[in-house]
């Protein structure tokens, strides 16, 4: 079936490290890819999308590529703040029906 | 400004009640909604999509007597949560997403709401 693995939190980074988050997709067809962003308390903020392969989704500085030959859809930002503390989740959009299937989430933490 | 309005915010009930939260798109017709939710610390579950005028799709696993869904309007659907327990204490999020192709930047999420079973 349809599923998203990321990496494990909680991501622990100094104000100004390099951030990768790792996700990795199981999906028949050809889905759309999602970084969605979980600020404490709030709900889901779209963060940046890839429609199909090789598409280089970005927004805010973070950016991600849709690597079908690995189902890959790893997300890297090169200078994190304390602000991008947040819980971040990557989905895929299987169908044109708009249900998302989410990966579990991964917790970062930026320390100044 | 949010597009998608989820009410109450936070909703404390007793064991045994039942309680109602809303989902409203704002700004534009939603033909379909999603309810999630969300254990702390984990990921959205899919429980049911909401079709306007019509019975809502459970997921599997999701009980459609305890969770009813009703979207009665093409801008509002409800999740209540029926004889309430304590294990059903968690954070529910709505989707909506409106017509034409799904892209992704069309689906929008509500705020959430904290349900607390006492």
């Known amino acids: 079936g349809n599923s998203v693995t990321q990496m494990e939190g909680p991501v622990t980074l100094s104000e100004e490290a390099f951030l990768t988050i790792n996700c990795t997709y199981t999906a028949t067809g050809y889905p759309s890819l999602f970084w969605y962003v979980q600020y404490p308390g709030e709900g889901l903020q779209l963060l940046l999308k890839?429609?199909?392969?090789?598409d280089k989704g970005s927004n805010k500085g973070f950016e991600a590529t849709y690597r079908k030959e690995t189902t890959s859809f790893h997300l890297e930002k090169g200078s994190v703040q304390v602000s991008d503390s947040a819980v971040y989740f990557c989905?895929?959009?299987?169908?044109?029906?708009?249900?998302?299937?989410f990966g579990q989430g991964t917790e970062l933490s930026v320390k100044p | 400004g949010a597009v998608v309005s989820q009410h109450p915010s936070w909703v404390i009930c007793k064991s045994g009640t039942s309680v109602k939260i809303e989902c409203r798109s704002l700004d534009f017709q939603a033909t379909t909604m999603f309810w999630y939710r969300q254990f702390p610390k984990q990921s959205l579950m899919l429980m049911a999509t909401s079709n306007e005028g019509s019975k809502a799709t459970y997921e599997q696993g999701v009980e459609k007597d305890k969770f009813l869904i009703n979207h009665a309007s093409l801008t509002l659907s409800t999740l209540t949560v029926t004889s309430a327990h304590p294990e059903d204490s968690s954070f529910y999020i709505c989707?909506?997403?409106?017509?034409?192709?799904?892209?992704?930047?069309?689906?929008?999420f509500g705020e959430g709401s904290w349900l607390t079973v006492v």
């Open positions: 989905a895929l959009l299987y169908n044109q029906g708009g249900k998302l299937i």
């Open positions: 890839a429609t199909k392969a090789d």
């Open positions: 989707s909506a997403s409106f017509g034409g192709r799904y892209s992704g930047n069309t689906i929008y």
